[in-house]
């Protein structure tokens, strides 16, 4: 699909809170507003791009990865910490360079990043029904419930939406009061498979032997009270007789 917007060429950048980088200027001011317009950075996006891996072998479609985003590299350092980006036409799974990625959100609600987020939300709710045992299945209507109220409680607070929150927040979505296994091991067995921890289980071994030290004396003490018992021989005469 070709993008949108041939004026498109440049945006400039600027550093905000949370090391996000927000556009200050962009070369195709007749179909972007800049006011709270975020840019995925390149170690944002490196971050992404390993949580999308890992959905390739759940149907992930990399069309819909590289329609959903413009792409630009760094031209020049500006005054003022502003920096200069130009666009490339590059993949951003396959770029060999680090580059920019500003999503495109031209028509938020059908276009190519709104297609993009829906193609991973589907195949997140499948990873999560994939690797955590539910009572029932979990729905899509239940992912996207829990993040439209995380949403509103941000707007709430006055913090703005960066697109990186955005798109880790469904990449790394997980059910509150379940969690994924990160020790499973390539075939899902949950054994470890280089240097086995035992922790767990010595700390238990210390625990038993501590018990064992403190009882111990206890015991022995008991044995020799019986013993004493044992040996001692009960007095069955009468009054010794008084001496004149």
């Excluded at 993009?116 to 729905?139: C, G, Q, W």
């Excluded at 419930?145 to 941000?154: F, G, R």
Aim: glycine share 4%; with cysteine; hydrophobic share 35%.
């Amino acid at each position: 699909m070709k993008k949108t917007g041939p004026s498109l060429d440049w945006c400039v950048v600027r550093l905000g809170d949370k090391e996000n980088w927000w556009v200050d200027s962009i070369s195709d001011k007749e179909n972007w507003d800049v006011d709270d317009l975020s840019i995925i950075d390149p170690k944002q996006f490196l971050h992404i791009s390993e949580l999308l891996d890992s959905m390739t072998e759940f149907g992930l479609d990399s069309q819909f990865v590289d329609e959903a985003f413009f792409t630009f590299e760094i031209s020049e350092e500006l005054n003022g910490g502003l920096i200069k980006l130009v666009r490339v036409r590059d993949s951003l799974l396959k770029a060999e360079d680090m580059l920019f990625a500003l999503p495109d959100v031209l028509d938020e609600e059908k276009g190519p990043y709104a297609d993009f987020l829906s193609h991973v939300s589907k195949i997140r709710v499948s990873m999560l029904n994939d690797l955590i045992d539910f009572a029932e299945p979990y729905t899509l209507e239940e992912m996207e419930e829990v993040l439209s109220e995380k949403q509103n409680n941000d707007f709430l607070e006055s913090q703005r939406s960066h697109f990186s929150d955005e798109l880790i927040a469904i990449l790394e979505f997980v059910p509150d009061g379940f969690v994924i296994d990160s020790d499973l091991d390539e075939e899902g067995t949950g054994s470890k498979k280089d240097g086995e921890d035992y922790s767990d289980l010595e700390a238990d071994l210390v625990e038993v032997s501590d018990k064992e030290e403190k009882l111990l004396p206890d015991e022995d003490l008991k044995w020799e009270e019986e013993e004493e018992k044992e040996e001692t021989t009960p007095y069955e005469g009468g009054a010794p007789d008084e001496q004149d």
